[in-house]
């Protein structure tokens, strides 16, 4: 039974057999899937809402441009194959919150604003390439040792912001801290998935008890009025602080389509660059109006495995209720009372959550690190992220920070030392770029049906979604 020539109803729409799933162009009636919607903003809330105010944009502008962004993903990820799009949430990029603190001190939130433009603009660019090309290019430019090392260096560029407001507020640091552990280990389902969001809200109640907190401007804001909106003012300096997000952007989109795949059992390497262009062009109209970029969101992916419901129509509700929210004043001034020791102490393990998914990367798609190219690119582009190295040139007017060097250093190192050990002593007898897995020798290891890591010595369960025979996407097969 279709519903206004668009999705599927889905049985009754209001009940789901434990072994069904609903597909993204089926739909649930329309209060179950509104209730569905409310749950990915939940869901995406805790993360969106936190970046605007450790960069210090306004919350109600982001979360808006967060609900026009899915809008947009939904609709230019219509075709190849999706004929209601893809299901995902856009939501805010941690990815931009190191090099926007540092553009914003060449020239304020405007000259931010420039580089999130430019950097949407590029992302967006590569989207039509790789529709039109494929993505095979991407994968070899960044195949998962470079992706790990780029996810965990942005975590790491980020821990002196933590420090710097944990150490403004330690108590209230602390009691964010664990709150979120508390929720997180105590609590299962929906609530544990919202630890941040809850351990945030106890680090504020402890900071209001010590007098952290002024409501003044929350009681002269209105309740209904549009968000406020800032237009970008161009200069170089920030551009190329900010365009090298792009890479993580890259990496983000592509992890969470493939998630996505997994999870309805679809092929979506087509519609990569569709997300891409969506996301890119979603990141350009924040830009334009003051909102921080965007990026597909693995909170909601979460929600989706966790339901067996990955409707379009879930999503779309999602959006229009961010947009809503976006257009409430006071809600907006009552997020920027944070304390600094709540943003420091929810900000120690956001980042570090950056930091260690990038080693998960590594883990998931068996990296070796026995074989020295990948070992040294990941070392390189680690300590110049964590280190802030900056690189600076044109009497000051043109920089690359941390993020910037550790990316385009661990790129360049892999890609050269890729193409040297063709040459070198190692290009009879080269470890392998993944380890190879073989079956235990050892009775007990083949008890805990553990397998072992030929090339590394190690014996440990494999990350999730992983097979023992089956290499990474994208990768070269396994070496046997």
């Known amino acids: ?17 434990p072994t069904e799933v609903v597909a993204p162009d089926e739909r649930l009636a329309w209060p179950q899937t509104i209730g569905l919607g409310f749950q990915h903003v939940l869901a995406m809330f805790g993360a969106t809402f936190i970046v605007p105010v450790l960069i210090g944009f306004p919350p109600n502008t982001t979360i808006f441009f967060s609900g026009i962004g899915t809008l947009i993903f939904l609709l230019v990820t219509i075709g190849r194959g999706q004929r209601l799009g893809l299901p995902s949430y856009l939501g805010s990029s941690f990815a931009f919150i190191s090099p926007v603190l540092v553009a914003e001190q060449h020239g304020g939130i405007p000259s ?85 969001l809850v351990g945030v809200a106890f680090g504020y109640l402890i900071g209001w008890a010590q007098g952290q907190i ?43 389509i493939k998630a996505v795949a997994t999870m309805t059992g679809r092929n979506l390497d087509r519609s990569l660059g569709r997300g891409y262009m969506a996301d890119g062009l979603a990141t350009m109209i ?50 920027s009372t944070l304390p600094a020791g709540v943003l420091g102490g929810a900000g120690t393990i956001l980042y570090g959550l950056i930091a260690v998914l990038g080693g998960r990367i590594w883990v998931e798609n068996r990296v070796n690190f026995n ?70 020798t050892s009775p007990s290891a083949k008890e805990k049906g553990s397998p072992v890591y030929a090339n590394t010595g190690l014996s440990q369960p494999m990350g999730a979604g992983v097979q023992p025979n089956d290499p990474p996407m994208g990768s070269p ?4």
């Open 112 to 196: 931010a604003l420039a580089g999130i433009l430019v950097a949407g603009a590029v992302f967006f660019v590569i989207g039509v390439i790789v529709n039109k090309w494929g993505s095979a290019f991407i994968e070899w430019l960044m195949p998962p040792v470079v992706t790990g090392a780029v996810v965990a260096l942005i975590g790491l560029n980020l821990a002196s912001s933590a420090f710097t407001n944990f150490n403004k507020q330690p108590w209230t640091g602390f009691a964010t801290l664990c709150g979120v552990i508390l929720v997180t280990v105590v609590f299962r389902g929906f609530i544990g998935r919202l630890s941040i």
């Open 371 to 440: 074989n020295p190219v990948n070992l040294i690119p990941c070392a390189i582009g680690l300590i110049a992220g964590a280190g802030n190295y900056t690189l600076i040139f044109d009497h000051g007017n043109v920089s690359f920070n941390g993020i910037a060097m550790g990316c385009f250093g661990t790129i360049i190192a892999f890609q050269l030392m890729r193409w040297l050990s063709r040459y070198g002593v190692f290009h009879d007898g080269q470890p392998s770029a993944f380890a190879t897995i073989v079956e235990a």
């Open 477 to 480: 097969p396994i070496q046997s």
């Open 286 to 335: 924040a830009g334009l109006g003051g909102g921080s970029g965007t990026t597909t969101y693995a909170e909601n992916i979460g929600v989706m495995a966790a339901t067996k419901v990955y409707s379009t129509s879930a999503y779309y509700v999602a959006a229009v209720v961010a947009i809503a929210f976006g257009c409430i004043p006071k809600f907006g001034a009552l997020i």
């Open 1 to 17: 039974m279709s519903s206004l020539g668009l999705w599927t109803v889905h049985g009754d729409g209001k009940h789901i057999p």
């Open 214 to 256: 002024s409501f003044t401007a929350v009681k002269s804001a209105a309740w209904i009025g549009l968000p406020h909106f800032t237009g970008p003012h161009f200069s170089m300096r920030p551009i190329f602080l900010i365009v090298p997000v792009v890479i993580v952007l890259i990496a983000e989109n592509t992890g969470h």
